[in-house]
Protein backbone atom coordinates (compact mmCIF):
# COMPACT_ATOMS: atom_id res chain seq x y z
CA UNK A 1 0.00 0.00 0.00
CA UNK A 2 1.46 3.64 -0.61
CA UNK A 3 0.01 6.54 0.55
CA UNK A 4 -0.19 9.88 -1.50
CA UNK A 5 -1.16 12.87 0.62
CA UNK A 6 -4.20 14.77 -0.65
CA UNK A 7 -4.85 17.60 1.52
CA UNK A 8 -2.69 18.85 4.04
CA UNK A 9 -2.90 19.59 7.61
CA UNK A 10 -2.58 23.23 7.01
CA UNK A 11 -5.49 23.01 4.48
CA UNK A 12 -7.55 21.26 6.53
CA UNK A 13 -6.87 23.01 9.65
CA UNK A 14 -7.59 26.28 7.47
CA UNK A 15 -10.77 25.27 6.14
CA UNK A 16 -12.33 24.32 9.36
CA UNK A 17 -11.82 27.59 10.57
CA UNK A 18 -13.83 29.04 7.80
CA UNK A 19 -16.42 26.60 8.45
CA UNK A 20 -16.32 27.21 12.13
CA UNK A 21 -17.07 30.65 11.54
CA UNK A 22 -19.61 30.18 8.97
CA UNK A 23 -21.38 27.73 11.65
CA UNK A 24 -20.97 30.36 14.89
CA UNK A 25 -22.72 33.08 12.24
CA UNK A 26 -25.74 30.39 10.94
CA UNK A 27 -26.73 29.79 14.86
CA UNK A 28 -26.70 32.84 16.87
CA UNK A 29 -29.28 31.82 19.28
CA UNK A 30 -30.50 28.20 20.94
CA UNK A 31 -29.15 24.91 22.04
CA UNK A 32 -26.59 23.57 19.51
CA UNK A 33 -25.47 19.87 19.57
CA UNK A 34 -22.43 18.06 17.70
CA UNK A 35 -23.24 14.19 17.13
CA UNK A 36 -19.78 12.95 16.37
CA UNK A 37 -19.66 10.23 14.08
CA UNK A 38 -17.48 7.50 15.57
CA UNK A 39 -14.64 6.80 14.51
CA UNK A 40 -13.53 8.54 11.79
CA UNK A 41 -15.01 12.04 12.80
CA UNK A 42 -13.45 12.10 15.70
CA UNK A 43 -10.39 14.80 14.91
CA UNK A 44 -12.64 16.53 12.51
CA UNK A 45 -15.29 17.51 15.41
CA UNK A 46 -12.60 17.94 17.89
CA UNK A 47 -11.13 20.74 15.65
CA UNK A 48 -14.52 22.06 14.57
CA UNK A 49 -15.72 22.56 18.09
CA UNK A 50 -13.30 24.50 19.00
CA UNK A 51 -13.57 27.05 16.15
CA UNK A 52 -17.18 27.60 16.65
CA UNK A 53 -17.26 30.31 18.79
CA UNK A 54 -20.60 30.27 20.87
CA UNK A 55 -22.06 27.25 23.13
CA UNK A 56 -21.79 23.91 21.95
CA UNK A 57 -22.61 20.60 23.28
CA UNK A 58 -21.21 17.43 22.06
CA UNK A 59 -22.39 13.76 22.00
CA UNK A 60 -21.34 10.70 19.95
CA UNK A 61 -22.94 8.31 17.75
CA UNK A 62 -21.73 5.02 16.74
CA UNK A 63 -22.71 3.15 13.57
CA UNK A 64 -22.19 -0.51 11.73
CA UNK A 65 -20.20 -0.80 9.28
CA UNK A 66 -21.52 -2.39 6.19
CA UNK A 67 -17.73 -2.08 5.23
CA UNK A 68 -17.45 -5.39 3.09
CA UNK A 69 -20.54 -5.75 2.18
CA UNK A 70 -20.97 -2.77 0.55
CA UNK A 71 -24.76 -3.13 0.47
CA UNK A 72 -26.96 -0.70 -1.12
CA UNK A 73 -30.10 -1.93 1.13
CA UNK A 74 -29.62 1.25 3.15
CA UNK A 75 -29.20 -0.63 6.49
CA UNK A 76 -27.69 1.23 8.92
CA UNK A 77 -27.66 0.03 12.85
CA UNK A 78 -27.08 2.40 16.08
CA UNK A 79 -24.30 0.62 17.99
CA UNK A 80 -23.79 3.62 20.00
CA UNK A 81 -26.90 5.79 20.73
CA UNK A 82 -27.10 9.23 22.32
CA UNK A 83 -26.72 9.87 25.73
CA UNK A 84 -29.12 12.79 24.77
CA UNK A 85 -32.37 14.45 24.40
CA UNK A 86 -32.78 16.22 20.63
CA UNK A 87 -35.72 17.98 21.54
CA UNK A 88 -35.85 22.09 20.58
CA UNK A 89 -32.17 21.88 19.66
CA UNK A 90 -30.18 22.64 16.42
CA UNK A 91 -28.34 19.50 15.94
CA UNK A 92 -25.19 19.18 13.86
CA UNK A 93 -24.19 16.11 12.27
CA UNK A 94 -20.21 15.74 12.28
CA UNK A 95 -19.17 13.45 9.87
CA UNK A 96 -15.93 12.52 8.29
CA UNK A 97 -16.17 11.50 4.21
CA UNK A 98 -19.88 11.00 2.36
CA UNK A 99 -19.86 8.48 0.28
CA UNK A 100 -22.95 6.66 -0.95
CA UNK A 101 -25.00 9.11 1.22
CA UNK A 102 -26.58 5.62 2.85
CA UNK A 103 -25.21 6.51 6.56
CA UNK A 104 -26.27 9.87 6.40
CA UNK A 105 -29.34 10.07 4.53
CA UNK A 106 -30.43 7.45 7.23
CA UNK A 107 -29.11 9.36 10.03
CA UNK A 108 -30.54 12.13 9.39
CA UNK A 109 -34.15 10.79 8.78
CA UNK A 110 -33.72 9.25 12.88
CA UNK A 111 -32.71 12.23 14.19
CA UNK A 112 -35.36 14.52 12.58
CA UNK A 113 -38.30 12.10 14.10
CA UNK A 114 -36.36 12.95 17.87
CA UNK A 115 -38.06 16.30 17.78
CA UNK A 116 -35.35 18.57 17.11
CA UNK A 117 -35.28 22.39 15.82
CA UNK A 118 -32.93 21.92 13.15
CA UNK A 119 -30.98 19.19 12.00
CA UNK A 120 -27.84 19.60 9.67
CA UNK A 121 -24.93 18.18 8.47
CA UNK A 122 -21.39 18.93 8.42
CA UNK A 123 -18.87 16.60 6.44
CA UNK A 124 -15.12 17.23 6.11
CA UNK A 125 -14.43 15.65 2.61
CA UNK A 126 -17.70 14.51 0.02
CA UNK A 127 -17.16 11.95 -2.83
CA UNK A 128 -20.53 13.18 -5.13
CA UNK A 129 -19.51 10.54 -8.05
CA UNK A 130 -20.37 7.89 -5.46
CA UNK A 131 -24.01 9.34 -4.09
CA UNK A 132 -26.18 6.35 -4.10
CA UNK A 133 -28.76 8.20 -1.71
CA UNK A 134 -29.36 11.76 -1.64
CA UNK A 135 -27.60 13.98 1.20
CA UNK A 136 -27.84 17.53 1.40
CA UNK A 137 -24.80 18.33 3.69
CA UNK A 138 -24.89 22.27 5.00
CA UNK A 139 -21.03 22.47 5.50
CA UNK A 140 -18.22 20.58 3.05
CA UNK A 141 -14.85 20.78 3.93
CA UNK A 142 -13.27 19.39 0.63
CA UNK A 143 -15.23 17.65 -2.30
CA UNK A 144 -12.65 15.23 -3.49
CA UNK A 145 -12.45 12.54 -6.36
CA UNK A 146 -13.72 8.77 -6.14
CA UNK A 147 -10.74 7.93 -4.52
CA UNK A 148 -10.27 5.92 -1.04
CA UNK A 149 -8.68 8.19 1.18
CA UNK A 150 -6.90 7.45 4.79
CA UNK A 151 -5.82 9.79 7.58
CA UNK A 152 -7.26 12.69 9.75
CA UNK A 153 -9.53 10.02 11.40
CA UNK A 154 -10.60 8.22 8.06
CA UNK A 155 -9.17 4.10 8.01
CA UNK A 156 -8.45 0.99 6.13
CA UNK A 157 -9.09 -1.62 8.24
CA UNK A 158 -8.40 0.51 11.47
CA UNK A 159 -5.26 2.04 10.52
CA UNK A 160 -3.60 5.29 9.66
CA UNK A 161 -6.31 7.20 11.50
CA UNK A 162 -3.95 8.96 13.26
CA UNK A 163 -2.13 10.40 9.93
CA UNK A 164 -2.42 14.25 9.78
CA UNK A 165 -3.00 14.75 6.76
CA UNK A 166 -5.86 13.28 4.29
CA UNK A 167 -3.97 10.89 1.92
CA UNK A 168 -5.17 8.66 -1.30
CA UNK A 169 -4.14 5.13 -0.50
CA UNK A 170 -3.33 3.22 -3.35
CA UNK A 171 -2.36 -0.97 -3.77
CA UNK A 172 1.21 -1.18 -4.94
CA UNK A 173 1.39 -2.20 -8.37
P1 LIG B 1 -21.69 6.14 3.15
O1 LIG B 1 -22.86 5.66 3.94
O2 LIG B 1 -21.37 5.26 1.97
O3 LIG B 1 -21.77 7.59 2.76
O4 LIG B 1 -20.47 5.87 4.06
C1 LIG B 1 -19.74 6.79 4.72
C2 LIG B 1 -18.74 6.04 5.57
O5 LIG B 1 -17.95 5.13 4.76
C3 LIG B 1 -17.78 7.01 6.17
O6 LIG B 1 -18.23 7.40 7.43
C4 LIG B 1 -16.50 6.21 6.23
O7 LIG B 1 -16.45 5.49 7.44
C5 LIG B 1 -16.59 5.22 5.11
N1 LIG B 1 -15.82 5.66 3.92
C6 LIG B 1 -16.32 6.05 2.75
N2 LIG B 1 -15.35 6.42 1.90
C7 LIG B 1 -14.19 6.26 2.57
C8 LIG B 1 -12.80 6.49 2.22
O8 LIG B 1 -12.42 6.93 1.11
N3 LIG B 1 -11.90 6.21 3.19
C9 LIG B 1 -12.25 5.74 4.42
N4 LIG B 1 -13.53 5.53 4.79
C10 LIG B 1 -14.49 5.77 3.86
MG1 LIG C 1 -17.32 6.71 9.34
Keep these: MSLRPLISEEQIQARILEIGAQITADYPEGTLYLICILKGACFFLADLARAIQRDAFIDFMAISSYGKERTSSGEVKIIKDLDISLAGADVLIVEDIIDSGITLNYLTALLKTRNPRSVRIAALLDKPDRRIRPVDAAYVGFHIPDEFVVGYGLDFAEK ?11 PDA
Design 160 to 170: YRNLRDVCVLT
